[in-house]
Nanobody
Framework: QVQLVESGGGLVQAGDSLRLSCAAL????????FAWFRRPPGKEREFVAA????????DYQDSVKGRFTISGDSAQNTVYLQMNTLEPEDTGVYYC????????????????WGQGTQVTVSS
């Protein structure tokens, strides 16, 4: 069974840190790309960060570069999004996504999606 299960969301204040987790059931990190997306209130879902299979080259949305880090733990088969210096603009539902490993980084064409976890950053 293939499933992505996010956790770690919550209500924090601006400047705080938060780490999101994505348990990847049936999707080995060694052979799949993973990404985080978010849907801000009243807006479309947007790309946040991605990493290719085996931890190859990460990609970040400009607004989170230097603040967010995507990483994976193959032993736990879990992908993380470490979010530092959070801003109110980071508020939204965060989704984990996955796809079979690719040769080049792309922000589109994700096959599997989690249900999402809410992140709220107060000013």
């Amino acid at each position: 069974q293939v499933q992505l299960v996010e956790s770690g969301g919550g209500l924090v204040q601006a400047g705080d840190s938060l780490r999101l987790s994505c348990a990847a059931l049936g999707l080995p990190l060694s052979s799949h790309d993973f990404a985080w997306f978010r849907r801000p209130p009243g807006k479309e879902r947007e790309f946040v960060a991605a990493t290719r299979w085996g931890g190859r080259n990460a990609d970040y949305q400009d607004s989170v570069k230097g603040r967010f880090t995507i990483s994976g733990d193959s032993a736990q088969n879990t992908v993380y999004l470490q979010m530092n210096t959070l801003e109110p603009e980071d508020t939204g539902v965060y989704y984990c996504a996955a796809r079979p490993g690719t040769l080049e980084m792309s922000r589109s064409d994700w096959r599997y999606w989690g249900q999402g976890t809410q992140v709220t950053v107060s000013s």
